[in-house]
């Protein structure tokens, strides 16, 4: 497969969203096959249009579907997940390979051999399923099969069995047929829950008052005027500005630039009525901002804003992002051209020549934004991918796109009402690829923050903080040498020795931000990358003694430690991936007040909800009515805040006392220091208070 079709490939799994799991559904049901053995029958439905991956073609394509265990006793797995019959076999042309999938219905089966008279198995199968426009993420379905009726079990016994297993044992005998319920009914919530507040990190403190620690505390928060306001996203109007400044970028590119003065000039002339030339002019601009704006709706209708959340903190997500920049930032600076299939452009274009009025007009503008890809495409991509992860609304990526589109559509209205203009306005040149040149410099540096994500939710150490800052040193050195003439690319003019004064003071602005830069390897803050770079926690070698750093990660623990030593709480959820929490570690709890504060009079516990470390074995709770599987420290930490505390954003903070009770409101993102000063003020205030 070609480089082309590989960055079509990843903008395409970028729009695809998880809240298209509704088109695929699973039921599990559990067959007896006979007394030591017993099949998991898992059966899938997929709406129209959709295919479920079946297992039975080799690796490197799409997500096969898998049988995985969390906890296995008194029972071994026989053999893998055997697909059902049905599936059909075709080369798939994104990954060039032969794959086979179902359509409709899918059916696998994992058959269990009882070893034991008692037994317990919790496992989950993972599966992939896509459609001809977007894919589901791997996902899984859960499966129980418990019970006391193994091999060595008698009639007797067995019927004497709890009600709880006699459920399931009545479930795993019933035929697969007539069992097909949700595996989220076999869990048993309170004990599961029970289980997770009894970990071993709370040996110091005894049952009920762990209990007491986990106690939600919703209203209390907000009889203390509590409800944080939920401000971890960017406010609309600088989401809108964000777009409005990625479409001007997009204008001073080779492939819209030339196109302006042509397209307004053909409109003026084509009728021969000024009039009518003008109409026709803006209803070209308006499509084009309608054009944009159906893709934000799109994002926005298949993203709900907990996706977008979830998205941000994802580390396959932002390994996709990542890559995903590297692409476009590889093709801005003229390593190759990524294009849509020219099919696409020329069917557009005939419809455009074969249908009159304003529908035509439309075509010709959806004509542009095939044509214009290669320079708009990665803008856009950038654009919704920021928007998207750190907008904190499922509006964000509509009112980009908003932004983005009016900027496009400016010219083509302006030349329209003001032709004479088009005689005084710039003329296409090789400033234009400098502009994509510069553009690209800047999409490899933010893909760098997308991977540190992944690198930090995982604990690989592969871009601790100093990595990160030597990387982004080197990317303004090496564009400061471009914007002075001393680094050539592809499309330049490789005869221009002059430096233009913008470009001289572009590069000034890039060899500074180099410079200032360098400090941060030796631990100096760097507060205007704070937003970006790893935390200071993950650097080696730090000479900046004024840090705030968390005495615990554990809750328990760190609670355990608070009642012994009488000191009231610094809750901090926060995440490896989370921007406005790094901007708040550096721009607040750096400043001396606060770090003294904490250090000195608090017990600071931070909670990473999106730590990918394994629990010693996953946990079912219960949550809205239904069960849900903690795996991962960071999923304990995410249930212990909207279970206790009734949010779910971060940054949260929440100042409690060794009961685990608020002794005041709740914050979320905030930069004003002084504030946040008195409310740690008023927290010992009113832990002192009798």
């Not at 406005?580 to 003294?596: F, G, P």
């Amino acid at each position: 497969m070609n480089l082309k079709a590989r960055a079509a490939a990843c903008l395409t799994l970028f729009l695809c969203t998880l809240s298209l799991l509704a088109q695929v559904t699973f039921q599990v049901s559990y067959k007896r096959v006979d007394a030591t053995h017993i099949d998991i029958v898992f059966t899938g439905t997929a709406a129209q249009g959709w295919h479920i991956y079946s297992n039975d073609f080799e690796a490197g394509g799409p997500t096969r579907a898998t049988f995985q265990t969390d906890h296995m006793e008194g029972a071994r797995l026989v053999g893998t997940l055997r697909p059902g019959p049905g599936a059909k076999r075709h080369v798939d042309p994104i990954f060039d390979m032969p794959v086979s999938y179902f359509e409709g219905t899918a059916v696998f089966t994992q058959r269990v051999e009882l070893t034991g008279k008692d037994y317990d198995l919790k496992g989950y199968m993972k599966y992939g399923a896509c459609n001809d426009q977007n894919c589901l993420p791997p996902t899984s379905v859960n499966a129980r099969l418990t019970g006391s009726d193994g091999p060595a079990a008698t009639p007797d016994k067995a019927e004497t069995k709890p009600a709880a297993e006699a459920a399931e044992t009545h479930a795993a005998e019933a035929p697969a047929e007539a069992v097909a319920t949700d595996t989220a009914t076999a869990a048993t919530p309170t004990a599961a829950t029970d289980s997770l507040r009894l970990s071993a990190s709370t040996a110091a403190a005894d049952s009920a008052t762990v209990a007491l620690w986990w106690q939600p505390v919703v209203g209390e928060l907000k009889a203390l005027g509590g409800e944080a306001a939920d401000m971890t996203g960017k406010p609309f109007y600088l989401i809108f500005l964000l777009g409005f400044v990625g479409g001007l970028l997009a204008l001073f590119t080779p492939c819209v630039w030339p196109i302006i003065p042509m397209t307004v000039s053909f409109f003026l002339k084509r009728s021969g009525n000024r009039r009518k030339g003008l109409r026709d002019a803006l209803t070209y601009g308006v499509s084009i901002v309608v054009i944009y704006v159906g893709l934000g709706l799109i994002i926005t209708t298949l993203f709900g804003a907990s996706a977008l959340n979830d998205l941000s903190t994802n580390a396959l997500f932002n390994l996709l992002f990542f890559a995903m920049l590297v692409v476009f930032g590889a093709s801005f600076l003229g390593g190759f051209e990524i294009t849509l299939p020219s099919k696409w452009n020329n069917a557009v274009d005939r419809k455009a020549e074969s249908t009159t009025g304003l529908l035509s007009i439309f075509l010709m503008a959806f004509t542009l934004s095939l044509v214009s890809f290669s320079c708009t495409g990665p803008i856009i991509g950038f654009l919704l991918v920021e928007v998207s992860t750190g907008g904190g609304s499922a509006l964000a990526p509509t009112i980009g796109m908003l932004g983005f589109a009016v900027a496009l559509a400016l010219p083509f209205t302006l030349f329209a009402l003001f032709p004479a203009w088009l005689k005084s306005a710039p003329r296409s040149g090789g400033w234009m690829n400098k502009i994509k040149v510069v553009l690209g410099f800047l999409e490899l540096a933010f893909a760098l923050k997308f991977f540190s994500v992944a690198d930090l939710a995982y604990g690989w150490r592969l871009l601790d903080r100093e990595t990160f800052l030597a990387l982004w040193i080197a990317l303004a050195f090496c564009l400061g040498l471009y914007l002075v003439g001393l680094i050539k690319f592809p499309h330049d003019d490789a005869d221009d020795r002059t430096t233009s004064v913008p470009s001289f003071l572009l590069s000034l602005a890039a060899f500074g931000f180099a410079i200032y830069m360098i400090p941060g390897l030796w631990g100096a803050p760097l507060k205007a990358v704070s937003a970006f770079a790893p935390p200071l926690s993950t650097q080696d070698f730090n000479l900046d003694p004024a840090k705030v750093e968390p005495q615990f990660k554990d809750y328990e623990a760190g609670m355990a430690y608070a009642r012994a030593v009488g000191k009231p709480v610094l809750i901090d959820f926060t995440g490896h991936g989370c921007v406005n929490c790094r901007k708040m570690e550096l721009a607040v709890w750096h400043d001396a007040r606060v770090r003294d504060l904490i250090n000195n009079d608090y017990v600071l516990i931070s909670l990473y909800v999106d730590e990918k470390t394994p629990l010693p074995q996953p946990v079912d709770v219960s949550e809205n009515g239904s069960v849900t599987t903690l795996r991962t420290v960071g999923d304990k930490w995410s249930y212990l805040q909207r279970t206790k505390f009734g949010a779910n954003a971060q940054p949260f903070y929440v100042l409690l006392d060794a009961d685990g009770k608020p002794i005041e409101s709740a914050r979320s993102y905030d930069e004003d220091v002084s504030a946040y000063v008195g409310w740690l003020r008023r927290g010992l205030e009113a832990y002192s208070r009798p």
